[in-house]
């Protein structure tokens, strides 16, 4: 498909339809998809911006068996728009760069602790804890310094990255901030969270409650 405006209004139908699978055959064939990807995930109070950081990770993971190289170019894409502050490019970069290591891992080792090197920018510490927290249920190894980046987010003044901290708190390190998270399960403070292919409010008391109970 030469069209750009036809190509992107095709993968706006297929992030809406949640037809990943789509969006997956279309960027085997079409690299300019990877590109629409991007520029769709600007708005993060969009469903639309979420589902296209998901088909990020599923194309990436798909592209990667084929050609790493094409994988590792988009990762450094992503990168330098954070790094450069490209025009408000990057916003959603540390969210696309984890969900592509979910999915190519193998392709993107060394890609978490850059990540996680973000956490700094206010601008960007949701998407970090947001990105961290999906790599370390994904089974992927714990990362350095996560631990000690999730805890002090607990005390955030913004209740989305109160509960996306508790989300980024590896499983094997939740004995010892229990009593933090238990204190928690009172906080009434409420967010957006994107779940199961949609965005839902949630309650930061209740992250606490599914993080206690895991």
């Known amino acids: 498909m030469s069209n750009l405006t036809s190509l992107k209004e095709e993968i706006k139908g297929a992030l809406l339809g949640r037809d990943f699978e789509k969006v997956v055959r279309l960027a085997l064939v079409d690299k300019r998809v990877f590109r629409m990807l991007i520029s ?8 639309l911006c979420w589902r296209a950081i998901e088909a990020m ?3 990436a993971g798909a592209i990667a068996e084929k050609d790493p190289a094409i994988v590792r170019n988009i990762v450094q894409r992503l990168i330098w728009s954070v790094r450069e502050e490209s025009g408000g490019i990057g916003w959603s970069a ?7 290591v979910i999915n190519s891992p193998l392709t993107c080792a060394d890609i978490p602790s850059i990540i996680l090197s973000f956490h700094e920018e206010e601008s960007f510490i949701r998407g970090v804890l947001w990105a961290i927290g999906r790599i370390i249920h994904a089974g992927i190894n714990e990362i350095g310094g996560a631990y000690e980046v999730a805890k002090e987010a607990l005390n ?13 708190i ?4 939740i004995a010892e901030t229990a009593a933090k998270i238990k204190d928690m399960m009172g906080d009434e403070g409420r967010f957006r969270i994107y779940e199961n292919h949609e965005l839902i409010e949630t309650r930061v008391g209740d992250i606490a409650k599914k993080v206690l109970n895991h």
């Open 94 to 100: 540390p969210e696309m760069l984890g969900e592509i």
């Open 170 to 173: 590896p499983e094997t390190r």
């Open 40 to 47: 769709l995930a600007y708005d993060k109070e969009d469903l």
């Open 156 to 168: 955030h003044k913004d209740p989305s990255v109160r509960g996306l901290a508790l989300c980024a």
């Open 57 to 59: 990770g599923k194309a």
